[in-house]
């Protein structure tokens, strides 16, 4: 299976409550929802009350990445307004394995992200304690950015580090860049979800849009 999760960063927030049925409607499988803090990454986007209001309209789960620092501080309210999956980033946490079982005792499910150049190695003694990893393919912080190919040959070499030890419903997720142009390849290299914004939210045929980008 191939999972879409469309950025809301890249939806238009005037009419937020039809762009998150739009995703519903064109057959997306979650809601991808980029905190962003202005300090671990040069952006500041949304807080817990977006979450909330997602959650109240829309039965998709919810796929919270917090590009933030001190993520531990916030990770109980994420919960409480609705996340489904809640997504760290392994180069803002001091004590990984930490934060991970922090989440999971909310009764979510945990995700690790990993920047660009962050090597796969740190996540080698908690990888079987994870739902979720997301290889960043473009540098985190603003929309829109290049695709950096360079994430192909570090989704293939997850797949061959870590054969074996991942959960049966684990998802490997890519965000950045992920368009008709380079969804292919990202299936190919073992990825089965993807993060979509500009180019699911600027589609003019966005169920085509959402079939594109689960190979289909």
Do not use: W
Not at 76 to 92: L, N, Q, R, S, T
Not at 164 to 186: H, P, Y
């Amino acid at each position: 299976m191939i999972y879409v999760a469309p950025s809301l960063l890249s939806a238009d927030f005037r009419t937020l409550e039809k762009e998150i049925k739009s995703c519903e409607e064109t057959g997306c499988d979650y809601l991808h929802l980029d905190i962003m803090d202005g300090h671990f990454v040069p952006n500041i986007t949304f807080g817990p009350f977006i979450v909330e209001f997602c959650k109240k309209a829309s039965k998709l789960p919810l796929d919270v990445h917090l590009m933030i620092e001190n993520p531990e501080r916030y990770i109980p309210d994420f919960v409480k307004a609705g996340a489904d999956i809640v997504v760290v980033h392994a180069e803002a946490c001091v004590h990984l394995h930490r934060q991970i079982q922090f989440i999971k005792s909310f009764g979510v499910k945990a995700g690790v992200a990993l920047n660009p150049a962050t090597p796969l190695e740190v996540l080698d003694y908690v990888i079987e304690d994870l739902d979720l990893v997301l290889l960043m393919s473009v540098n985190p912080g603003f929309s829109g950015q290049k695709f950096i190919p360079a994430v192909q040959d570090k989704l293939r070499l997850f797949k061959q580090r870590y054969a074996g030890r991942l959960k049966q419903d684990f998802l490997l997720e890519v965000d950045g860049g992920v368009n008709d142009q380079t969804v292919g390849s990202l299936i190919k290299a073992g990825a089965n979800m993807f993060v979509s914004g500009n180019y699911f939210f600027q589609h003019t045929d966005r169920k085509h849009a959402v079939k594109t980008l689960k190979g289909l």
